[in-house]
């Protein structure tokens, strides 16, 4: 039997649990040897590395994060660690690696491969969709689903209180958590990294919406727009004439108990990783597309920036 691993790198999602159940299984039914690697590439180097099975995994499907830890490794960044961490997998006779990660941790992958050619697959896994050649990433349905329920529940008060919110989400610099909320919510305002930051043209129609009975705003802003959550709050009290507060959802939206669909996704995606390293697919990352699953090399999806769905933007006004 051949000894395949998983590893969960970089920022943690809800979908990583029911990934690493579905791991579990389907190596153990495809007649392969499961080992579980701790806290990202920190545990390729420090050797936290443990066979699993069955009972390692039960009921851990409802649970967001993910139980064998994740990590931003500096070290692996450093030629001497990787090649550590080579020898603790030569150690253990593992030769096939799935990393569940962004784009940092394909990167680090990336580079790992084209040192020492171990065979991996990797699993697109970060709420903020950023990465190329995929237009689904493991957890952004569950932060999706934070969000709106953290939404809903603040235009309530702000209803209630006659105030503007500013609700900040995260997505690094990319604006897709954002922007997809804010269709989804009906909010008065978005502000992306992507777009510049242009409130003039608002100040006027929110004028004349307040006049006409408006008394409450929502704003979605992203994390990586120019101007802060609190400047945009004091524009709406300043130039709009209205109270407002701020609300940053922060790591909220990274936890919780992962929606069906990214249990659903989790599994798809594990299913169609071993199967491509069964087939000697040596280093691709599993991407999906209004076309269905496909296998991308590492090349194309590290060096290529994604870019926001036009489709998506036309609706913003
Ligand atoms: O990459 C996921 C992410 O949650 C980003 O949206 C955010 O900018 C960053 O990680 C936060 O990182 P940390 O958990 O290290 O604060």
């Not at 802003?221 to 120019?226: D, K």
């Not at 959550?229 to 300043?238: K, R, T």
Request: hydrophobic letters at 40%; aromatic letters at 10%.
């Amino acid at each position: 039997m051949k000894n395949i691993a998983i590893i969960c790198s970089g920022g943690d999602v809800s979908g990583m649990n029911p990934a690493l159940k579905h791991f579990v299984e389907y190596a153990l039914e495809k007649n392969l040897h499961p080992y579980f690697v701790y806290n990202g590439y920190e545990g390729l180097i420090d050797n936290a590395i443990k066979q699993v099975s069955y009972s390692d995994v039960a009921g851990i499907i409802t649970r967001g994060g993910t139980i064998i830890g994740s990590a931003r490794s500096k070290r692996f960044m450093q030629k001497e660690y990787r090649r550590i961490a080579k020898n603790n997998l030569d150690s253990l006779g593992i030769h096939m690696l799935i990393v569940l990660g962004g784009d940092g941790s394909f990167k680090g992958l990336d580079i790992f491969y084209k040192e020492h050619g171990v065979k991996f697959c990797g699993i697109p896994s970060t709420i903020d969709n950023d990465i190329y050649g995929t237009d689904y990433c493991l957890g952004v349905d569950t932060a999706l689903n934070i969000i709106k329920t953290s939404i809903d529940a603040i235009r309530d008060t702000a209803s209630s209180f006659k105030r503007a919110f500013v609700i900040e989400t995260m997505g690094r610099d990319c604006g897709y958590l954002a922007l997809v909320s804010h269709l989804t919510s009906g909010s008065e305002l978005c502000l992306i990294p992507e777009l510049a930051c242009d409130l003039v043209k608002y100040e006027e129609k929110f004028k004349i919406q307040m006049k006409n009975g408006r008394n409450y705003f929502i704003a979605i802003v992203s994390e990586g727009i120019e101007k802060s959550a609190q400047d945009i709050a004091d524009w709406f009290e300043e130039k709009v004439g209205i109270e407002s507060r701020v609300s940053v959802l922060g790591h909220i939206q990274r936890g919780g108990n992962p929606t069906i669909y990214d249990r659903l996704m989790a599994y798809k995606f594990i299913t169609h990783a071993i199967n491509a390293l069964l087939n000697s697919t040596n280093k691709s990352i599993v991407c999906y597309d209004t076309n269905g699953f496909s296998l991308k090399s590492i090349d194309t999806v590290v060096n290529k920036q994604k870019e926001l769905d036009t489709n998506l933007l036309k609706f913003l006004h």
